[in-house]
């Protein structure tokens, strides 16, 4: 179902983009999710990860090392590194310019000091991105499915349209259950209650330059069991439950902070999996984190000096492959220890 395409082959990469630029016309959302009454008339691109602090810190030439998501000509998704400006990477426009600056002042402009209000905001934040690329991603299938109707021959698109339409529905269903939560947490933002989120907070000793900042269900643990029963699997796929995990990253002060947040009310469902991170070595604990990122997080930069320096075409190539893999199957894992942590 994956389809690669080699950074080389540009025809392919130029028709790629063509066809994804079309797409894109007219999806795209732009509006401040706060939606309150003394919202700013302009609507920023906002970034999800602080540029001036951590962006600044592992940027080359002002270039992030990041994935980027693309369609091929035969309508398959598949994922792709790419460098990105620093400007650019992680924002999406789902803040007016007032509301982007007030709320996420805590942890713009101040150090990092474990408050429980900044984790409050590092995961508040990553919800606030996903709401938003959901529904840019359903406009986006919707659109999708209206192109391969009209564009592909009736095989192809009898072919193709049951998965389409089958991403469309679960799109829909993440959308209301996000909206849900993105509610929920605003009004405690509004209280200063930031008790509704819980935060593991972890740290390795040396400064990487990796960032992330992303929101998922973590479906299956390092060892490949089931974090959840079956009955709660299959109420996940309904949008009844959503035990998500908030991932971030950043370096800071010499050391690499690890932030891992799940709403309270998720706790009984995601405790007994968490635990598991407590009281492991750091190799473990690298592992573990590289497993997660790999996994489900697509939100994610690295310097771009870095990747050069310690990984191999090789590794790179089996880092796409997890990802483009989890496209069409959330289950899929690689198998592969993946350390990001060098
Ligand atoms: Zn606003």
Redo the contacts with the bound molecule.
Sequence with gaps: MVRKIKKKDKEKTIEFSKILSQLRKGTTVSE?L???D???NTIVNAHSIQNNRYLNKISENGKIYSLKFGITEEYDLMWNFEETGRNTFSTFKG??K??DKELFQPIEDRDYRYLKEQNFLFAFRALAREYHVKKESVNNFVKLLDELKNNSNFLEYSLKKGFFEHALNLDKITLEVYEGEFLKLKEQIKDKNYNGINTLTLKLDEEYPIVCNSTFIPYKTNELEDVFSKEDYDRIQIGELNPSLFLNIFPEDGGTVILISYLEEYKNYLEKYLKTFEKIDEIELKKRISTMVVQYCENVGFSPKYMREKFTEDEIEKIKKVYSENITNTLYMSGTEINLFK
Excluded: A, Q
């Design positions: 401040c706060w939606n309150e003394d919202c700013d803040f007016c007032k509301h």
